[in-house]
């Protein structure tokens, strides 16, 4: 597709459950973020992913959280052991560059939500 | 502590008229200040930016006005139209971050 893929679109988890979250950026795009988005908040930065270099892991909340990007493309994110304040929308941009004329392009997120 | 903020949780205009959107910022540092539009279920998508060393960029009905002594922003619509309802998010740059304001939730009336 032409667009940043995001999947789930929802998911519904019990508290204490692992769950992970899958993103595809668009074709050639070096850079990826994660960020989610709380009921009523701004975007809040999880992590960025440039290239080949290590990544920008400085918004993950605690240490159940973690990212990977595979191949310089794909990249999920992992929550394990869920909490109910994890509930958000998870959003996933690509950009091709770090210029302000590459803006970012996001995917429809998924929505998670712990029980 | 805030870096970004948009005061205004939500907004309602009449269409055909002027839409003013506000955010404010704290960091002195950021270079580059952007509009992001954002629809219910979908991601935001990029709308307008300005410059920090600009006052003013235009596109279409869109323009962004950006006030650096008063570290304040706006976008203005105009004219405003049903598919303008949408949530307003501000965003501000710092290297390759973006700061995010909470969003304003336009409405436009009929």
């Known amino acids: 597709g032409a667009g940043v893929s995001q999947s789930p679109s929802n998911k519904v988890t019990e508290k204490g459950k692992d769950v992970e979250l899958r993103c595809d950026p668009i074709s050639g795009h070096t850079a990826l973020y994660w960020y989610r988005q709380s009921l009523g908040q701004g975007l809040e930065f999880l992590i960025y992913?440039?290239?080949?270099?290590?990544?920008?892991k400085s918004g993950l909340p605690s240490d159940r959280f973690s990212a990977e990007r595979t191949g310089g493309s794909v990249s999920t994110l992992t929550i394990q052991r869920t909490q109910q304040e994890d509930s958000a929308v998870y959003l996933c941009?690509?950009?091709?560059?770090?210029?302000?004329?590459?803006?970012?392009?996001f995917g429809n997120g998924t929505r998670l939500t712990v029980t | 502590d805030q870096q970004v903020k948009q005061n205004s949780p939500s907004l309602s205009v009449q269409e055909g008229r002027i839409s003013i959107l506000n955010c404010d910022y704290t960091?002195?540092?950021?270079?580059?200040f952007l509009w992001y539009k954002k629809y219910p279920a979908e991601g935001p998508t990029f709308l307008i930016s300005i410059s920090s060393i600009k006052d003013k960029n235009e596109d279409g009905r869109f323009t962004v006005f950006l006030n650096k002594s008063a570290k304040h922003l706006s976008l203005h619509i105009v004219p405003s139209q049903p598919g303008d309802s949408a949530v307003y998010f501000c965003a501000a740059r710092s290297n390759y971050q973006l700061i995010w304001g909470a969003g304003t939730k336009l409405i436009i009336k009929p």
């Open positions: 960091n002195s540092m950021f270079d580059y």
């Open positions: 941009a690509s950009t091709g560059g770090t210029g302000v004329a590459s803006p970012l392009h």
């Open positions: 992913f440039q290239g080949n270099s290590a990544p920008d």
